[in-house]
């Protein structure tokens, strides 16, 4: 039997990439009899989001795949982007098995998929012509978020949120149609946003935008598989936990050196504007969440609780 | 089955299918429905719909029903009569002026678009019944259009070189720049071809070319110049950092339709109807060609077909020059069948590695690879610009339309051996700009 | 037979008018979005709005399409078998464009109806539901089926097919007079419309 997995980045250099590679070889190692095939950079469905779809109804078995792009699917995932609720990868790192990711993990075997690595990445600012600091430096920017939650936070802020697709975020910065952008760091770098900006605000411990991204399944096929193969997913997926999290420093690193090989200035949020991000945040996306998504005050608690006791 | 195997027979279905005469968006469904259910099982089908459906619901591809529109506008009111009539007057003394003025409109449309199907619908529109009315041989103006049309994903701005950048991690501006001067000497060198075909095939004639004086090439003139404000508009609307290129052909059709409207008083739903009618009917046609297109490359992939060929002539060890020639007629069959952004999302996370491990340069190959996919969109059995020419200018056989290409696909040819011998051709602007 | 023909006919070109009057409401859109942007206001639903316009544009205009010969083919086979098999093949492929579109509309029902029941959303700011999009699919196609079934009476009653509406370019341009390009032989000059 072939499990295929798909997703968006590049084959061979991107963290996502190795790591599920380490992940394949993992399984193998134990459960010799699956086989695996990769299909990396939208070589199979060139629409990103789309996978989610084809792994519902089991045409596809795996993709790495960042949960809220399936947010018009399950409002419940926008939970895992949401601005300012986990400020960094450490953070992030201990609410694997807490009642936070066994909540997640069972809203998403609702909506036939299964949750099987727990890869979190971060992001930050990335903007042409002005530093971004706390949210009053965002007021008039031209911005896109590409995330309804932090499209909201700017709003509030003050920037004009534009939307539009990624494939031309890269010209919109060029000519001016955008000031600045909301993404995740890799991608600043697989989409050479560095080359079209002067100014990034991103890495240390104040982090504005940690994005989940994990290798999922669908259920259907994670059903199919034995105890024992099941166990093998679970104990490789923690292997490629560890590795995927050590790439994290590299690609921060990888990050640094583009931006400050193109001329731009690298920071990090300092504590209070980080802090002025989060109450905005709390008062406008978390508050959205809560009202609008049925579980949305569940899951912010379960959240807030469970990184307390994980202190 | 092998991969090869049920490549091979994908090459000969398709070919057979298509060339029976189903429509073309109709026939590649029936061949990736087929495949899809014989080779991966019916639980593949419950993809299809979406995958048909994803691929024409995408941002960028709202320039081409938009520019679609805008030929419309302009090729069924008399504002294209009067254009080519006064482009005619201006030109009549030089040998294919008018081809030579199509394939700078080309050149023009597609620094705007960075669609190619955009560029050849709405020249096409245009210029073929206006080149046929003064005589232009129709091979000639169905070609030099369908291959004019190709330029616009080499020219900047370009989504498919957008996608190459961010396939294999290379700069994007650098790609952009590297376009130029191929897209502007294939630009040339085509004008040069029409030059030469028409003085060629007029060399017999002894009766004078058609003369106008200044007073009445001036007066042809007038109508058209809000054209030009429209022309200066848009780019001042792309370059000014006022809208991205996709919104450029929305904001082209809607002046384009002031201008009609005020200019040729189109105002009545007599006049209207024409237009949009048109329009949507070949927008229409191109889109489900694109929405059809898109399934057989998820069935081409999801069947390993292509990446096990990549794989298969990576394997084989061969000497550099040997090897980019291999890559290049691969990539040049499997172009006749797939559309550019599918070949390089498949081909090139196979191929890449191959390609630097052999010294070569990737932004050279990125533009070497454009032009390659370029000559796709006029091969048959898919050929989406060759389709829309046929569609724009039905009085032309496809037989004259496809033969008319050829020579075009030559001159592609020969460039891309060209660009091998000079790659300073492409490179030489971008290390001026960015330094090496 | 003749007026279920007309029926016909009028339903696609009624179709056609909607996908023209959507068309270009999207690009009315897209120019407003480009207006406001400038003026420093957020944009959020033009772009899905005039996206939704266009998809439904296409599937509307299908039939249309059909109707008017405007789904481009290549008649190598019609071309090789000569009048009367030609005629034959274009039996066969008026059913499998029947076949295909039938199959397709089929799906696309069913992805509708998927859509409605899980109430999915595009994933906005915006958030508009996701069926109207989809639901063209059925529509367009299953229209397109009807009109191919159209095509086949108007064959069996030999009447000519409908023609769309090109004003400048219905008839073979004619060498304005005066003007005419020399040295090219008179066949040259006259093309066959197909
Ligand atoms: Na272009
Ligand atoms: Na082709």
Redesign the pocket.
Known sequence: QTLKISHQWKAQTDARDRAVRVFVEEVGKQAPDLKFRIFPGRSLIQNPVAQFDSLQNNSLEMAIYPLVYAVGKVPEFSITIMPGLISNLDEAVKLKNSPYHQRLQEIAHANGVHIVTWWWTPGGFASKNREIQGPDTVSGLKMRAADPYFETVLQAAGASVQSMPSTEIYSALQTGVLDGVMTSAESFVSMRIYEQTSNATVGGDNILFMLLQPLIMSKQAWDNLTPDQQKAFEEAATVSEKFFNGLQLEADAEMRKAFEEAGADVRPLTDAEFEAWVDLARETAWKKFETEVPNGKELIGLVETSLQNAQ | MTELQIGSLILVCTTLVLFSGVPIAFGLTVVSIAFLYVFDGPGSLSAVPRTFLDEISGFALLAVPMFVLLGSLIGSSRAGADIYEALHRWLARVPGGLVIANIGACGLF??L??SSPATAAAIGKVGVPEMLKRGCPAGLATGAIAAGGTL??L????VTMILYGVATETSIGRLFVAGVVPGVLLVAIFCAYAWAATAFAERNVTQPRDHYTLKEKIRASGTVMPLFAIIALIILALYGGYATPSEIAALAAMLAFLYVALVYRIVNRDNLWPIFGNAVRESCMILLIIAASGLFSYMMSLLYVTQTMADLLVGWNLNRWVMLLVVNVFLLVAGCFLPPVALILMTMPILQPVLEANDFDMIWFGVLMTINLEIGLITPPVGLNLYILRNVAPQVPLMTVLWGSVPFVLIMMGFMVLLCFFPGIALWLPNQMFGP | MRAVIALIDRLSISCAVVASVLLASAVVIVCYMVVIRTLGYSSYWEIEASIYMVVAATFLASPYTLMTRGHVSVDFLPWMMGRRGARAIQAVIAAVGIVICLYMAWLGWHLTLEAIASDERSTSMWRPVKWPLYVMMPIGLGLTALQYLAEIFRSASDEAPAKAPLPRMEAIPEPVPGRNPPGRSETERRMPAR
């Open positions: 597609s620094a678009s960075g616009g994903i020219i900047p701005p370009s």
